[in-house]
């Protein structure tokens, strides 16, 4: 099934909660069969069918509402919620309209449903993520009509780890986490309600692992590890239940650390985070203990705009970011639009291979105005603000492949007062960093592309994880390189891919001579604790063993040694 080196089988998802858990897989209850078209209701049976609906939803949202009393915080908000779309007026007369059209009210569920979840999924964005939940009530709806049994969680009497294609909120928020110690969903995202409230709840989760997932099979014992966004089919009992305790031990270490981020010997390595708008910001700054913003992705506040916002709409948006850290370093990245992130007003249409193609920095490359707007608003974001030296506003390029990019961009930017860097994600510019650092104030190495373009391996692909595995030593040297020349040149370099995330691949970039990290916030104590649980010597003596090793697996499995025995 997949070509992996090992004998298991490792498939990615995106990562949520972290926490190691091993314990058998358990699927859902079926949602039920949805009706087919067809069927037609006699005009004089249709006023029944009317009562039909609305006693089987009444009952359905009342029976979450009762939920909703009895739970507590965030889950009592979304099985209201939850409640509140069952009562939906605009869903409800859709449905009515249908059962009126001579529907049954099965099938009106079903096609009021399907209109819906087509309107919020054009809206896009957190509207797209609640189509689960739309589809969530149709089948409670449905199941109520029939007289069938509540879709959802299955009754267990032992530790298991849930598996969904996605959980709906009623699900989630009525999750009882002494036997469902761990989520994984084949859909969704990390501002689904899956998501929120596996954080409240605190139970690893890992969510959009894609349909590969399908074929773990109900019993099956997985390995899942929150971090990583892995599910691992086929672990070692031994090492699972190994990798297990030493999560909750590591758990207790991350609540107790305390930054800035340092090794045990006081060598500093600063911790950031990487956010797309003012909430995410604000999250960071109140919830973690990040020194900055490492990663500022502008691109995705822009994801469902028909046309470029102005220069003063882009400042505000900058602004709701940039105020969150008031007194620190916020790394902003210029529009990195295209491939997996089409943004209409910058992504070139009907590209035949768009990660190789016009995104990123090539796409201002052949627009420039389109850049220098971006850069007068952050500029002007950061003036509006009075940031200063100690409040530095910091300017990257992402996919930045040659010197002479380099250039381009640091001139756009030193004539607007902007400190000038360039992201590290095309291996052109790992190799070349010697003719680009000289134009740039600093660098930072985006791990995710590098990793796909090293490897030339799709980064959305879950077949292909084996490889997108910024463990890969490939990728190592890469950064290695890239660090030996910032050292020469006196460039700070920095990361901002998921790699900075996995604590133990962070003290391989400290070795490495990398000077910041920047992750999801959520990922910063994790990190910040296993850096002070080594010293310098041994983030190098680890780096050396990752470098030489054969591939990803056998590097990471070198570097555990090396840093959980001292
Ligand atoms: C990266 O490529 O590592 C990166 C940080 O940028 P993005 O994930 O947004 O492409
Ligand atoms: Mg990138």
Redesign the pocket.
Known sequence: MYSNVTNDTVIKGTAVVPGVRYAKAVWISPRPELPQAGEVIDEQAREAELERFTLAADTVASRLLNRSEKATGDAAAVLKATAGMVNDRGWRKTVKKGINGGHPAEYAVVAATTKFVSMFEAAGGIMAERTTDLRDIRDRVIAQLRGEAEPGLPTVSDRVVLFADDLSPADTAALDTTYFVGLVTELGGPTSHTAIIARQLNVPCIVAVGEDVRQIADGEPVLIDGSLGTVTVGADPETAVAAEQESKIQAERIAQWRGPAQTKDGHRVQLLA?VQDGNAARLAAQNSQAEGVG?F?TELCFLTATQEPSVEEQAEVYKKVLEQFPDSKVVV?SL?AGS??PVAFATMADEINPALGVRGLRVARANESLMTRQLDAIAKAANDLGRDENSPTWVMA?MVATAREAKWFADLCKERGLIAGA?I?VPAAALMADKIMPHLDFV?????????YTMAADRMSPQLAYLTDPWQPAVLRLIEHTCKEGQRLGTAVGV????AADPLLACVLTGLGVNSLSAASTAIASVGAQLAAVDLDTCKKAAAAALNAEGATQARSLVREILISV
């Open positions: 990487n990663l992705r990245r990195d997996d992130k992402p992201m994600e930072s190495i985006g791990t995710n592309d590098l990793t796909q901002c891919g998921e790699a």
